[in-house]
C-alpha cells in the first residue's frame, strides 16, 4: 500500500501502463434515462470491461507497478467481489499468484469467476477480512493489492474517467458511485484537469463517505448490508482526503431507489448493470434540480450479479 | 399482406428505405462464448436495435411502404410482443394510428412498451388473435402488417444481416432463431448473396418450422408455449417457400437448453437477450461439430425480457 496521495498525472501515466490489458469501453446513451432525468446522461460502460467491472484499471496499473521478486511470492487481497476478479484477472496477466478473501456474502457469480481466473478464493465473515488477510500474508509473504487506499489503485480507477473525457466533450458533472472511494477521487483527479466537478453516489444504509465528508472527519464502516455489495466497505484516507480537497459532495439514494433504477436502466439500455453501479442513476432521478439541462457522465462501475438477484428483490428466491 | 417472393434487391432497398430510422447496431464477440462454442461467434446486436429488437426494422419498411390514406386509416397486427413494440413504433415515426392484438400470456414489459409508443392494445387468447385482428380490421379499414408472411416485413427484417456481412467479413454461417420466419428468411436472401449459408434455431417444443422444412409440407403451429415466447407461431408461407429453397437447416433446442444458453450469455457479455435469443446461442452450444473452427454470425433477435423471469426460470416468482 502506497500512501502518496495520487495525482491526475498519476492517472495519465496508470493509463499509459494498462492500455493493451484493459478494454476502451464504449459510452451508450438511451432516450428513456435521459427524458426521465431532464438531462443529457453519457454512460462510461464499465459493465462491459475486463472483469466486468471497472476494479480491472486499478488492480492492473498496481501489479504492473510491482517488481519480479513481489511477482514471483504472489498477491494477495480482501474484495467483495470485482476487486477480487480484477486482482485475478491482473495476476493471471502478469502470471503471478492470486488469493482473494471474500465475505460470506458475496455472491456465487463473482466467486465463481474469481476461481475463473485461477486464484485461491478463502471466505470469511465481512468483519475479519482484515485479519484473515493479515494472516495470509504474514505466512506467505504475499504483496497485498488493497481494493482502493492505494495510490496506485486509485490512479488506474481514474482511467476510466480519463478516457470517457476523450470520448465526450462537454461533461457539466461525473457521478459515480461510491464505497472505499477509489472509484470516486480517480475519477475526480481525472475530472479536475478539465475542471469537472464530480458527485458521489451511496446507498443511505452504507453513508459512511456522505457522513465523513460533511462532518470532516472519516468515520469507519456502516456495518450494514445493501444491494448495492461492491459499496459497503468505509471510505479510505487517500479517498477522504482527495474528495475533501475537491469539494466532492455525494447524494445518498435508499435500497428500493437503487433497484428501482438498475431495473430501469437494463430494461431500457438491455445492458446488464449490477445494483452498484445503479446508484448513481438513481442518485441522478432523485435530484432532477441538480442535474437539469446538464451533461452528466456516469461511470457504469460493473454488471456482475446475480440474475435471480435483480429480477426478483426483495422476494429473494 | 404481399405475396411474392422478396429477393435479395428487395433487402437492400428496404436498407435504404428504413436508414434513420433504426440503429446501426454493433457486433459483439466474447472469449466465453468463443470458447464454449469452439468457433469464432459474431453477435449482431439487434437487442439494441430500436424497440429492443429486429422487427423494428421490418415494420419500418412495410410502413414506410404505405401510400397516404393507407396512414391515415392506421396501422394493425397481431404479436405476441416485439412485432407489436415494432409496428407501434413504425407508426409514431409516420404519425399513423396503430392497434396491435396481443396474446394474454404475452409478458408485460412488452404489452407497457406498446402503450409506450402510443398503440392501442387490445389482448385475446393466442388462438384467437388472427379472428380478433380480423373483426378490428373489417370495423376500421386498417392496414395490417403481418408480423412475417409479407415480403415488405421479410425484406426488411434481412437488413440486419445486410449489416452485419458488411460488419464482419468470411462468416462461415449465419444463426438465427425462427418463429414465424421472417427473421431467418430475410437473413437468408441477404446471406445468400455471399453464398453464405442460414441455420434456424427452434424451441424443440414448438418444432413445426424444423417438421415442415424436413417434410416438405407447411405444418401449422404447434399450439405449444416456450420460454421463446416470441417463436411460437408457425412458419410462414413466404419463409417456407425461401428456406425451402435454399436448403436451410433448423436445429432444434430444448427449454433448458434455450434458458441455460440466454443466463450464459447475458451473464458473460453483460448484454441483455431474451430467450428466443438465447435460443440460437443454445443451438451452437448443443451442436459443436457443426461449428467447431467456423466463423459463425448470430443474429441476436432481441432483448425484450422479464428480468424476474430469467433469473428464476421454472421457478416463477
Not at 494472516?135 to 480519463?162: C, K, M, S, W
Not at 430501469?264 to 434540480?289: C, H, M, Q, W
Request: proline share 4%; glycine share 10%; aromatic share 4%.
Amino acid at each position: 500500500m502506497t500512501h502518496h496521495l495520487p495525482t491526475a498525472a498519476d492517472v495519465r501515466r496508470a493509463a499509459t501502463r494498462i492500455a493493451g490489458h484493459v478494454h476502451l469501453t464504449p459510452v451508450f446513451t438511451c432516450r428513456a434515462i435521459d427524458t426521465r432525468a431532464g438531462a443529457e446522461v453519457f454512460s462510461k460502460a464499465e459493465n462491459l470491461q475486463k472483469v466486468g467491472a471497472f476494479k480491472a484499471r486499478g488492480a492492473l496499473n498496481a501489479v504492473l507497478s510491482l517488481d519480479s521478486r513481489s511477482l514471483a511470492r504472489g498477491i494477495a487481497t480482501h474484495s467483495s467481489g470485482n476487486h477480487g476478479q480484477a486482482v485475478a484477472y491482473a495476476a493471471q496477466v502478469v502470471g503471478a499468484e492470486a488469493v482473494v478473501v471474500m465475505p460470506d456474502h458475496a455472491p456465487t457469480v463473482k466467486v465463481d469467476a474469481v476461481r475463473g481466473y485461477g486464484a485461491r478464493v478463502v471466505m470469511c465473515r465481512q468483519s475479519e477480512r482484515e485479519a484473515v488477510l493479515a494472516d495470509l500474508v504474514e505466512a506467505n509473504a504475499y504483496t497485498v493489492v488493497h481494493p482502493f487506499d492505494d495510490a496506485r489503485v486509485i490512479a488506474g480507477q481514474g482511467t476510466a474517467v480519463l478516457e470517457l473525457l476523450s470520448q465526450v466533450h462537454d461533461l457539466d458533472v461525473v457521478v459515480t458511485p461510491i464505497g472505499g472511494g477509489g472509484l470516486l477521487s480517480g475519477s475526480t483527479l481525472a475530472a479536475s484537469t478539465l475542471g469537472i466537478p464530480t458527485i458521489g453516489a451511496e446507498p443511505v444504509v452504507v453513508d459512511d463517505a456522505a457522513r465523513s465528508l460533511e462532518s470532516r472527519t472519516r468515520l469507519g464502516p456502516t456495518g450494514n448490508l445493501s444491494v448495492g455489495d461492491g459499496l459497503l466497505t468505509g471510505i479510505g484516507e487517500l479517498a477522504f482526503e482527495i474528495l475533501s480537497a475537491a469539494g466532492t459532495r455525494i447524494l445518498t439514494v435508499t435500497e428500493d431507489e437503487i433497484m428501482e433504477a438498475t431495473r430501469f436502466v437494463v430494461a431500457r439500455t438491455k445492458y446488464l448493470i449490477e445494483p452498484s453501479a445503479g446508484t448513481a442513476y438513481a442518485a441522478i432521478f432523485a435530484n432532477p434540480d441538480l442535474f437539469r439541462g446538464s451533461r452528466v457522465g456516469v461511470v457504469v462501475s460493473g454488471g456482475n450479479v446475480d440474475l435471480a438477484m435483480i429480477g426478483t428483490w426483495p422476494r429473494t428466491p
